[in-house]
């Protein structure tokens, strides 16, 4: 079955240090690509998503490009703030079935 | 403003019992999804529902229950047959129907505990 798996964390960086969450996928058809964001105690937030091979999702100064070659959707931002701080989940959808399939999640945690 | 509203927010339930969790939307979405979160594992689906009356099992449904008698509501059942219950659940909505996937909306989870 379809299948993500992310980096494991946490993940610690300073403030305006460079982010790479790295997000690989298995799916037999052609998904589609998300990152959702979960602040502590809450629920999961859309942050950005792909919908085709080479679509570049970005919101908020993230960015990550659908890569088909690679099966991957690598999260990166170029200057983190300590308000990125919080769990950050790779998803797919196959666009068949309505449901989303989600990685492990990653906790990134900036200090000052 | 739209949205999922998910009741209560702390849920503390005995061994033994069966508790229902409430998620309400008013986007007017055909689906609505019940995930589970633990530590370590991602979300992972319970059960899901395309449209009213109609509902299917998701990867983890042995011990939960649910119906979808009207859009907006999709309540969810914890059972007593569901052995280790404590979790955050998180309700989730999207347009669905034949516009196939679009982004979800989730609630702000239900953190249940087992006393």
């Known amino acids: 079955g379809d299948s993500v798996t992310q980096m494991e964390g946490p993940v610690t960086l300073s403030e305006e240090a460079f982010l790479t969450i790295n997000c690989t996928y298995t799916?037999?058809?052609?998904?589609?690509l998300f990152w959702y964001v979960q602040y502590p105690g809450e629920g999961l937030q859309l942050l950005l998503k792909?919908?085709?091979?080479?679509d570049k999702g970005s919101n908020k100064g993230f960015e990550a490009t659908y890569r088909k070659e690679t099966t991957s959707f690598h999260l990166e931002k170029g200057s983190v703030q300590v308000s990125d701080s919080a769990v950050y989940f790779c998803?797919?959808?196959?666009?068949?079935?309505?449901?989303?399939?989600f990685g492990a999640g990653t906790i990134l945690r900036v200090k000052s | 403003d739209g949205g999922i509203t998910q009741s209560p927010k702390y849920l503390f339930r005995k061994e033994g019992q069966n508790v229902t969790l409430s998620c309400e939307q008013n986007?007017?979405?055909?689906?609505m999804y019940w995930y589970r979160q633990d530590p370590g594992q991602g979300l992972r689906l319970i059960y899901y529902?395309?449209?009213?009356?109609?509902?299917q099992k998701g990867d983890i449904a042995e011990g939960y229950s649910v119906s979808r008698e009207k859009k907006e509501s999709f309540p969810l059942t914890v059972t007593s047959a569901q052995k280790n219950p404590t979790a955050f659940y998180l309700c989730?909505?999207?347009?669905?129907?034949?516009?196939?996937?679009?982004?979800?909306?989730f609630g702000q989870g239900t953190r249940l505990t087992v006393v």
């Open positions: 989730a909505s999207t347009l669905g129907g034949a516009r196939g996937y679009t982004e979800a909306f």
């Open positions: 799916a037999t058809g052609y998904p589609s």
């Open positions: 792909a919908t085709k091979a080479d």
């Open positions: 998803a797919l959808s196959d666009g068949y079935g309505n449901k989303l399939v």
């Open positions: 986007l007017n979405h055909d689906a």
């Open positions: 529902s395309q449209i009213v009356n109609d509902f």
